[in-house]
C-alpha cells in the first residue's frame, strides 16, 4: 500500500466519522431540544398544544392542591399570567410555594400543562437562572432573601 | 494571626509564581543553568506556601473561627469534624484554593521527579506552570480571597450546605481536582515543547505517567461523584447529562484519547502533533469546566457555589490559556517533524480509530453542553438539550469504541493481519453471545440489554485475549503460564484491566434497563414487593443528629421470606438552614442494590415512598475502580522502564519501497 493510499484511507475515515457524528447532533438537536417558557412568553409564542417545553415561573401561593394518588396541581405565575400545572408522582424537597419553579411536560393548552418532570435544585436560596431572568426582564424581579444569619456579614 | 499568616503566604506564592514564569523560560532561552535551576527550587516553595496557606484557612475551619467571613458562611460550630474538613473546599472559595494547592503539588512533583528530564524542557515546563499557578492566585487575591475578615464577628455560622454534608464530599472534590489540574502538566509539557521547536518519543515518555495520574484520578473522581449524586439527589439516577457532569466527562475522554495517542508516539514515533493538540485540548476542557462550575452560566443540578461576576475572570483565564496555547501550536506545530504514515490495519491503525472516535464523541458531548448558551446569546431562545440527545450520539459513536477495543489489542504494531487477530477472539466472541441469549432468556425485556451486557462480556474476555496469546504460547503447563505471566510487563496488565474495566461499567449500564421501579403510599406493617425481594414498613419515628433532625422509616427486606436484612431512608431537617434533605436508603446483594426514598408523611397517616430494585448497578462504579486500578498498575510499570528505550527486538516486516 502506498503512503498516498493510507493518507487516503486516514483521511477518509476521519471525514467519515466526522460526517456520521455530524448528522447525528444535527438530527438530535431538531427533535430532541425542549424550549423554555414563561406563561406569558407562552401566550405570546402560542406553541402548539402537544409541544413539549418546559415551563418555568414562581409556584403562586396557595395554589398547591393534593388529590389522591399523588397527584398535584399548582399555578406557575410570572406576574403577568398563570398556567396551571398538573403533575403525578413526588415532588422534589424544594418544592415549596412562592419558589421558583421549573417543570418539564406537555402543553395541554394555553393555560393548562401537563408535567412529567418537576425540577427544583438543591439549595434554598436557589431561583431557576431562566426564571430569574424573565422576572427580571419583566421588573418582577426581587432577589432572594438573604439566608439565616446573613445580616451578620453586612 | 495564623489566618494572617495564610493570607500573606498566598501573596508571596504569587509573587514566587511570577519569578518561577520569568526566570527558568528566560534561562532556557539563553541556555543559562543557574536560572533554569531556579525552576524547580520555585515550585517546591510554591507548592510550600500554598499548603501553608491551605493550612491556615483549615485550622480556621476546625477551631470555627467565626471571625473569617468564609467560616461564617459554610459551617457552623456544632458541625461533625470531619465536615468542618471537608467544608475547607464545600464552598467557592476553599475550592479554588484547594484547585490552586494540587497545582502547585503537581509542580513540586515534577520539580522533585523531574531529575531524568532535559533541563531545558524541565524549566520550560515549570515556567508555563508558573503562568497557569499566577492567574489563578490573582484570580483567588482578587475575587475570591478566603481570608476575608468580619469587623463584628457572629457567634455562630451558617453551616455548610446539607446536601454537601456527605462523606462523598470529602472524597470527590480533591478526586475531581486531581484528575483537572493533573492535566495541566500534560498542558506544560505541550506548551514548553511547542515553545522549545523540540519534541520526540522520548518527551510522549516523560509526559505519559502525568497523563496516567490525572486520568487516573479523573476516572475516580468522575465515578465519585456520580456515585454521591446517585445516592444523594434521591432520584436514584447517576447519570443525568447535566452540564457540570460533561464538564468532567469531557477532559476524560480527551485525556483517554491522549493517552492512546501518546502510546503511539512513544513506540513509534508518530502522532506527534496531534498528541500536543491532544495535551492542549485535554486541560483547555479542564479549564472549562472550572469556568462552567465556578461561573454558573448554566443551569445545573449540582452547581454550589457559583458566581457570575467570578465567571468572567475565569473566562478570561481561560481564553489567554485556550487561545494562546493554540496561536502558540498553529505557529509552531508546523515546524515539528511530521511522524510516518501507518497501513490501517495495525495497533496504531486501531489506536488511530479510538482517538477518531473519543474525539468525536468528545465533540458531540461539547456541543450539546454549549449549544444552549449559544443560542441563548445569538437569538435570546433559551433551551434544554437533556439525555435524549446524549443517549443519540453519544452511544452510537461509543458502540465501535466497545467492538474495536480487545480487536486493537491483538492487533501487531505496524502491519497487523486482521482475520488472524480476530480468530484470537472467537472464545470472547461465543461466550458474549452465550451470555446475552442467557440474560435475554431469564431478563426478558428490554432486549436491547441484553445485547449490550452481551457487548460488555466480549469487552471483558476480550481484553484479557492479549495476554493470554502471550502467556499460552509455549504450552499449557500450569508453572509456564504461571512465570510466562509474571514476566508481561506491568502495562500489558495494566491495559488489560482498565479495558476489562470500561465492560463492567458497560455491564452495569447496559442492567440498568432491568431495574424496577416503584412508587407508593405505605402505611406501617404494609409489605411490597419489588424485584425478588420485600420490604416491609416496620415504623416511622424520629431521631435526633448533631445539626439536623430525622425522621427514619425502617424497613424490613426479606427474600422468599427470609429476613435478610434491614434499611433506613430517612428525611432529614437541618435546623440552621432550615433545609431539607432526602436521605436514600441503600443495600447491596449481590452486586445489585435496594434503593429507598421516602418523603413526608401524608395527612392520612401513610408515607409516600420510592423504590427500585436495580440489578448489577454497582458493576458501573466497579468497573470505574477497575479502570484506575488498571491506569495504577500500568504507571508502576514506568519505573522499569524509564531511560531504556525498548525497541521490538525484531523487525520483521520492511516498510515496502515507497
Not at chain 1, 477518509?12 to 427533535?31: E, H, N, P, T
Not at chain 2, 499548603?51 to 483549615?58: E, R
Request: hydrophobic share 50%; with cysteine.
Amino acid at each position: 500500500m502506498t503512503r498516498k493510499q493510507r493518507r487516503l484511507i486516514l483521511i477518509g475515515s476521519a471525514l467519515g466519522v466526522l460526517f456520521v457524528a455530524a448528522g447525528l447532533v444535527m438530527f438530535a438537536l431538531r427533535d430532541n431540544i425542549v424550549f423554555f417558557y414563561t406563561p406569558s412568553e407562552i401566550l405570546a409564542k402560542a406553541p402548539a398544544p402537544g409541544t413539549r417545553l418546559r415551563l418555568g415561573g414562581l409556584v403562586r401561593q396557595g395554589s398547591v392542591v393534593r388529590g389522591d394518588d399523588r397527584a398535584v396541581t399548582f399555578d406557575v405565575v410570572d406576574g403577568e399570567r398563570q398556567v396551571t400545572v398538573s403533575y403525578k408522582g413526588l415532588l422534589p424537597d424544594l418544592f415549596r410555594e412562592g419558589q421558583g419553579v421549573v417543570a418539564e411536560g406537555v402543553l395541554v393548552s394555553p393555560t393548562q400543562f401537563r408535567a412529567d418532570n418537576v425540577l427544583a435544585k438543591h439549595d434554598e436560596t436557589y431561583m431557576p437562572r431562566e426564571v430569574a431572568d424573565a422576572l427580571k426582564k419583566q421588573g418582577h424581579w426581587q432577589p432572594n432573601g438573604p439566608p439565616p444569619g446573613a445580616e451578620a456579614k453586612k | 494571626m495564623i489566618v494572617e499568616t495564610g493570607h500573606y503566604a498566598l501573596v508571596l506564592a504569587f509573587a514566587l509564581s511570577l519569578v518561577q514564569g520569568v526566570l527558568p523560560l528566560w534561562g532556557s532561552r539563553k541556555g543559562d543553568v543557574a536560572l533554569m535551576a531556579i525552576g524547580p527550587s520555585a515550585a517546591i516553595m510554591q507548592f510550600v506556601l500554598i499548603a501553608i496557606a491551605f493550612g491556615a484557612l483549615t485550622w480556621a475551619y476546625l477551631s470555627s473561627d467565626f471571625s473569617l467571613l468564609n467560616v461564617v458562611q459554610n459551617s457552623h460550630s456544632q458541625k461533625p469534624l470531619i465536615y468542618k474538613l471537608s467544608g475547607v473546599w464545600g464552598n467557592h472559595e476553599g475550592s479554588m484554593l484547594l484547585w490552586v494547592l494540587i497545582l502547585s503539588f503537581f509542580g513540586a512533583l515534577v520539580a522533585l521527579g523531574g531529575r531524568r528530564t532535559p533541563q531545558e524542557l524541565l524549566a520550560t515546563t515549570l515556567s508555563v506552570q508558573a503562568w497557569i499557578s499566577a492567574a489563578f492566585l490573582l484570580f483567588i487575591l482578587l475575587t475570591s480571597n478566603p481570608f476575608a475578615r468580619l469587623a463584628l464577628p457572629p457567634v455562630e455560622g451558617n453551616d455548610l450546605n446539607p446536601i454537601l454534608q456527605d462523606p462523598g464530599l470529602a472524597i470527590h472534590p480533591p478526586l475531581l481536582y486531581l484528575g483537572y489540574v493533573g492535566f495541566s502538566m500534560t498542558f506544560s509539557f505541550a506548551a514548553a515543547a511547542l515553545i522549545n521547536g523540540r519534541i520526540d518519543a522520548q518527551w510522549a515518555r516523560y509526559v505519559r505517567p502525568w497523563t496516567l495520574i490525572a486520568w487516573i484520578f479523573l476516572t475516580l473522581g468522575i465515578a465519585m461523584g456520580s456515585y454521591w449524586a446517585y445516592y444523594t439527589l434521591g432520584w436514584g439516577g447517576f447519570w443525568f447529562w447535566d452540564p457540570v457532569e460533561n464538564a468532567s466527562l469531557m477532559p476524560w475522554l480527551a485525556g483517554t484519547a491522549l493517552l492512546h495517542s501518546a502510546t503511539v508516539m512513544e513506540k513509534r514515533d508518530a502522532l506527534k502533533v496531534w498528541t500536543i493538540f491532544l495535551a492542549i485540548l485535554a486541560f483547555s476542557l479542564s479549564l472549562l469546566g472550572t469556568f462552567l462550575v465556578r461561573s454558573g452560566v448554566l443551569t445545573s443540578v449540582h452547581a454550589f457555589a457559583t458566581d457570575p461576576r467570578r465567571g468572567v475572570f475565569i473566562l478570561a483565564i481561560l481564553v489567554v490559556f485556550i487561545g494562546g496555547s493554540f496561536v502558540l501550536f498553529a505557529l509552531r506545530g508546523p515546524l515539528l517533524k511530521a511522524g510516518g504514515i501507518f497501513a490501517p490495519v495495525s495497533r496504531e491503525g486501531a489506536l488511530v480509530l479510538n482517538n477518531l472516535l473519543l474525539t468525536t464523541s468528545c465533540a458531540t458531548v461539547f456541543t450539546g453542553t454549549l449549544y444552549p448558551l449559544a443560542l441563548e446569546a445569538l437569538t435570546g431562545e433559551k433551551i434544554s438539550v437533556g439525555a435524549p440527545f446524549f443517549n443519540f450520539t453519544f452511544v452510537p459513536l461509543f458502540i465501535p469504541i466497545f467492538l474495536a477495543m480487545p480487536l486493537g489489542q491483538v492487533l501487531a504494531w505496524k502491519r497487523g493481519d486482521f482475520l488472524g487477530s480476530a480468530q484470537r477472539l472467537t472464545l470472547a466472541f461465543i461466550l458474549a453471545i452465550c451470555v446475552g441469549l442467557l440474560l435475554a432468556a431469564t431478563r426478558g425485556e428490554p432486549v436491547v440489554s441484553a445485547v449490550f451486557a452481551g457487548l460488555a462480556v466480549f469487552v471483558i474476555i476480550g481484553s484479557f485475549a492479549e495476554i493470554w496469546t502471550r502467556i499460552s504460547g509455549s504450552g499449557w503447563a500450569p508453572r509456564t503460564i504461571l512465570s510466562r505471566a509474571m514476566g508481561l510487563p506491568f502495562s500489558a496488565w495494566g491495559t488489560a484491566l482498565a479495558h476489562a474495566g470500561v465492560g463492567v461499567t458497560l455491564f452495569g449500564l447496559a442492567a440498568t434497563g432491568w431495574g424496577v421501579e416503584r412508587i407508593l403510599a405505605m402505611r406501617v406493617g404494609d409489605q411490597v414487593g419489588i424485584g425478588p425481594y420485600a420490604l416491609t414498613l416496620d415504623a416511622v419515628a424520629p431521631r435526633k443528629g448533631p445539626n439536623y433532625d430525622e425522621t427514619v422509616a425502617r424497613m424490613t427486606i426479606r427474600r422468599g421470606g427470609v429476613e435478610i436484612g434491614q434499611i433506613e431512608p430517612s428525611r432529614k431537617f437541618y435546623r440552621a438552614r432550615q433545609m431539607t434533605t432526602t436521605d436514600a436508603g441503600l443495600r447491596t446483594y449481590f452486586l445489585g442494590q435496594i434503593y429507598v426514598v421516602v418523603t413526608e408523611q401524608n395527612a392520612s397517616g401513610t408515607i409516600d415512598v420510592r423504590m427500585y430494585w436495580k440489578p448489577y448497578v454497582a458493576m458501573i462504579w466497579l468497573g470505574a475502580l477497575i479502570m484506575a486500578l488498571g491506569g495504577g498498575i500500568s504507571l508502576a510499570d514506568r519505573r522499569l522502564r524509564i531511560g531504556v528505550a525498548r525497541r521490538a527486538r525484531v523487525r520483521p516486516v520492511v516498510q515496502p519501497a515507497e
